[in-house]
C-alpha cells in the first residue's frame, strides 16, 4: 500500500488539492507534532476537513525517529499518510522513512506544499539567490553551545550572502523564543571574542502564514525586547544589500533608516578572518 509524505504548507488555506486528495484517500493518518508549532491547531482544521472518519495520530520526535518501523507496518496493509508543515523534505528531513520504505518494498509519493523557509525569504525583500546556508538556533534544553551556527554565519557574511536562521523546536512543539534565540547567537560571540559590533547588524523577524509579518530592528535591540509575533517565526540577517533591498525594507517592512545606516556600518569589516579562528571550536 501507498505510502505518502504530505506537504501541508503554513495553514489549511495553503493545503493544496493534490494534498488533500492523499489525506482523503488514506486510511491512517500521522501527523508531524515536532516540527510544527501550531500542531494542535493543525489537527483540529485537519479534522473539519475530514471528519472524524479516520485515524489520525500525533507523530513526536520519538515516533518519527525511532518508532518508524511502527509507521512502515502500517503502511504494508493500508494507505498511510505522514503530514508535515510546509515542505517534506526542506524544514525537517524525513530521509530515514523514505530509505526505509524503499528497503521494504513500500510503494511512496512525495505531495510538495508551500515551504515557510522558501516563503520567509520570499517576503523578506531581500534577494532569494543571494541567502546562504540556513542555520537552526538550538535551545537551551539540547544543553549544548553550538559553535558551528557562528561558523555558519560568518561564512556567509564572508561571501555576501543573506542568512536564514531558524528557532530549535522541543519536543511539545513550542518554539525557541525570539529573544533567547538571539541572545543564544550573540553569546556564543561573545564567549570567544569575535566581532564587538555584532549586534548592530539588521534581523528581520518573519512570520509565514494567514498574515504575514515582518519586524525588524538591530540584533541587539531584538534580543532584549519581547517581539509579540505569532509562531512559526524565522530571523534573517542580510549581508550587503543592493539598493533595491534597502527600499523595500524602508517602504515595505517599515525599517527605520537608523537601523539601515547602523546596520551598514556594522558590515564594514572583514568576516572571513574569523573563519580560521572558528575551526577549533567545532
Given at each position: 500500500m501507498p505510502l505518502f509524505f504530505v506537504g501541508l504548507g503554513f495553514d489549511e488555506e495553503y493545503i493544496t488539492s493534490r494534498a488533500m486528495d492523499a489525506i482523503n484517500n488514506s486510511d491512517l493518518l500521522f501527523v508531524d507534532t515536532y516540527t510544527m508549532p501550531n500542531a494542535t491547531s493543525m489537527i483540529e482544521k485537519i479534522r473539519r476537513l475530514i471528519g472524524n472518519n479516520k485515524k489520525v495520530v500525533e507523530a513526536n520526535r520519538?515516533?518519527?525517529?525511532?518508532?518508524?518501523?511502527?509507521?512502515?507496518?502500517?503502511?504494508?496493509?493500508?494507505?498511510?499518510?505522514?503530514?508535515?508543515?510546509?515542505?517534506?523534505?526542506?524544514?525537517?528531513t524525513h530521509e530515514s522513512l523514505?530509505?526505509?520504505?524503499?528497503?521494504?518494498?513500500?510503494?511512496?509519493?512525495?505531495?510538495?506544499?508551500?515551504?515557510?523557509?522558501?516563503?520567509?525569504?520570499?517576503?523578506?525583500?531581500?534577494?532569494?539567490?543571494?541567502?546562504?546556508?540556513?542555520?537552526?538556533?538550538?535551545?537551551?534544553?539540547?544543553?549544548?553551545?553550538?559553535?558551528?551556527?557562528?561558523?555558519?554565519?560568518?561564512?556567509?557574511?564572508?561571501?555576501?550572502?543573506?542568512?536564514?536562521?531558524?528557532?530549535?523546536v522541543d519536543d511539545k512543539g513550542r518554539s525557541l523564543s525570539i529573544k533567547d534565540g538571539v541572545r543564544y547567537v550573540l553569546g556564543l560571540n561573545e564567549e570567544i571574542g569575535l566581532y564587538e559590533s555584532l549586534g548592530g547588524l539588521l534581523g528581520l523577524i518573519i512570520h509565514v502564514g494567514k498574515r504575514n509579518a515582518i519586524y525588524g530592528d538591530n540584533i541587539l535591540a531584538i534580543s532584549q525586547k519581547n517581539i509579540e509575533i505569532e509562531q512559526p517565526y524565522s530571523l534573517a540577517i542580510p549581508s550587503r544589500m543592493h539598493a533595491i533591498e534597502e527600499e523595500y525594507l524602508r517602504y515595505n517592512a517599515g525599517i527605520e533608516d537608523r537601523v539601515i545606516k547602523q546596520h551598514k556600518a556594522s558590515l564594514n569589516n572583514d568576516f572571513c578572518k574569523y573563519l580560521s579562528l572558528l575551526r577549533e571550536y567545532l
Open positions: 520519538e515516533l518519527l525517529e525511532k518508532g518508524s518501523k511502527i509507521i512502515i507496518e502500517e503502511a504494508r496493509s493500508k494507505t498511510v499518510s505522514i503530514l508535515i508543515p510546509g515542505d517534506p523534505f526542506i524544514a525537517t523514505i530509505i526505509e520504505a524503499a528497503i521494504n518494498g513500500i510503494q511512496y509519493e512525495i505531495i510538495n506544499g508551500v515551504s515557510g523557509i522558501c516563503a520567509a525569504k520570499s517576503i523578506s525583500g531581500l534577494q532569494y539567490y543571494k541567502f546562504g546556508k540556513t542555520i537552526t538556533i538550538p535551545g537551551g534544553w539540547r544543553k549544548i553551545k553550538a559553535f558551528s551556527i557562528l561558523h555558519g554565519f560568518y561564512g556567509n557574511l564572508c561571501l555576501g550572502l543573506h542568512t536564514l536562521f531558524l528557532f530549535d
